[in-house]
Each structure stands twice: as C-alpha cells, then as structure tokens.
C-alpha cells in the first residue's frame, strides 16, 4: 500500500503487488484495467486501477530515500520512548534484532479519550486508527467472539505523530505535552 500515511507514500494512493507467479501476475494485470486480456477482450470484471506516471514518479523518487527516512523514523521512536520513559504512558514493543520502520508510534494509556483532547488543546495531531477492534466490527459480530484484549486496546491506544520530517524539538513538544496531560 502506498497509501498516504505509509513510509512509502503516494500523493492520493497507490499500491502494488509482487509476484513470481505468472497466473497471478496476468490476473492481476488484467483486474487493473477492466479485466482486459492482452487480446482486448474483457474476460472478467476488473477496476480501472492505474497508477498515474506523475504518482509512479513521486514514488520512485521515494522509493530512493526510503532507507534514510525508516532510519529517521526510527531514531524519533528511540527519542520518543527516551522522553516517555518512566510516565505512564505504554510505548509499542521493542525488539532491537527487528527492523521496524516505524509507520506508526502508537502508545497505551488510561483516560485516552481525555488526554487526546487535552493534546489537541494544546496543538498536538494524534489519530486513533482502529477505534473498533475487528471482533466488533459489523461483519464480524455474529459469530459470537468477545477479546477483552482487543476491546482493551480500543480504548487505550492512541497513535503519536511520526515521519520523517519531525524535528527532535517536535518530537519533545508531543512528549512533553503527553506526559503533562497523563498527569493531571
């Protein structure tokens, strides 16, 4: 996905599927135009899923920086849980043998509706991205399945801002305003 808040981002949104399979990578071919085989024939409902030149552009641009961008990206969650260090607030696991890029940085605390409104208050964007855990989720309800886990973390998480371009002064600004608004 290069949906606008991955690490590799399209202006709008874009995606892209790798295969070695060659009947895959013809369906897919296909699907992307209509179902349109190679002789012109439409054999199966298909979308018009084209990347435009100018997004394929931008991307390939990025593409080039994107190693330089996870390392960026990493180092704010390291300073990120350097200043959340010790407060109540619960950064994502950490398994330094891992890569992780860091396309998020999302952190558990009590009361997050409450320190979220706080932070917006203060200037601080955050987003929770998946409010209803999937259990609950209108398609998924009638079979029966409860995670107090999962409904657990609904309330609890809230992701912080993280990309690339963030200063260090910002990164302190979120922390510290974070830490302010968990103790009141």
């Known amino acids: 996905s290069f949906d606008p808040t991955k690490t590799v981002s399209a202006p709008g949104s874009g995606g892209v599927v790798l ?5 895959l990578t013809d369906r897919v071919a296909r699907l ?16 018009n899923s084209q990347m435009p030149s100018a997004t394929a552009a931008v991307l390939a641009v990025k593409l080039a920086r994107n190693q330089e961008w996870i390392e960026r990206r990493a180092a704010l969650a390291g300073l990120y849980r350097r200043l959340l260090a010790g407060s109540a607030v619960v950064p994502p696991p950490h398994h330094p043998e891992a890569l992780h ?3 998020k940085f999302v952190v ?10 706080e932070l917006a208050a203060d200037g601080v964007e955050t987003m929770v991205h998946y409010p209803i ?3 609950a989720q209108p398609l998924f309800r009638s079979g029966g399945v ?11 998480v809230l992701s912080l801002p993280i990309h690339p371009f963030l200063t260090e002064r910002e990164v302190e600004t979120v922390a510290t305003a974070l830490r302010a608004a968990t103790q009141r």
């Open 101 to 103: 890029v860091y396309h």
């Open 108 to 117: 558990r605390l009590a009361e997050r509706d409450r320190v979220r409104k």
């Open 146 to 156: 409860y995670s107090p886990r999962a409904e657990a973390l609904a309330r609890e």
């Open 19 to 23: 295969t070695d399979h060659h009947g």
């Open 32 to 47: 992307r135009y209509h179902g349109k085989a190679p002789d012109g024939a439409f054999v199966e409902v298909g979308y």
């Open 133 to 135: 855990p999937l259990h």
